[in-house]
């Protein structure tokens, strides 16, 4: 059994930078892979960005390279997704997940925090 619980949500304007946490409970979460994604009215939620158990790994979607940083404290039982030159087609509601295995397809995510919604405006 996983929860988990994302913060950090908000209004920002376009060029600004947002940082979405994730706390996650048990005793197990170094043993998953982490997954942020989102998800806008009238679309498929989509992947952003996964970091693998030791956090050696990384992989972002093309959308948000370079400009999103995707971090965990296994210790602390934290995922973080830093957010930078955030753009209004980053308005999104974010889900933080977690898998037993490596991925992007978010059928393969077994767990959901409930999302936080980032809005930026123009």
């Known amino acids: 059994q996983v929860q988990l619980v994302e913060s950090g949500g908000g209004l920002v304007q376009a060029g600004g930078s947002l940082r979405l946490s994730c706390s996650a409970s048990g005793r197990t979460f170094s043993s998953y892979h982490m997954g942020w994604f989102r998800q806008s009215p009238g679309k498929e939620r989509e992947f952003v960005a996964r970091?693998?158990?030791?956090?050696?790994?990384?992989v972002y979607a093309d959308s948000v390279k370079g400009r999103f940083t995707i971090s965990r404290d296994n210790a602390k039982n934290m995922v973080y997704l830093q957010m930078n030159s955030l753009k209004p087609e980053d308005t999104a509601v974010y889900y933080c997940a977690a898998s037993g295995g490596l991925s992007r397809l978010p059928r393969e995510y077994e767990y959901w925090g409930q999302g936080t919604q980032v809005t930026v405006s123009s």
């Open positions: 970091i693998s158990r030791s956090g050696i790994v990384t």
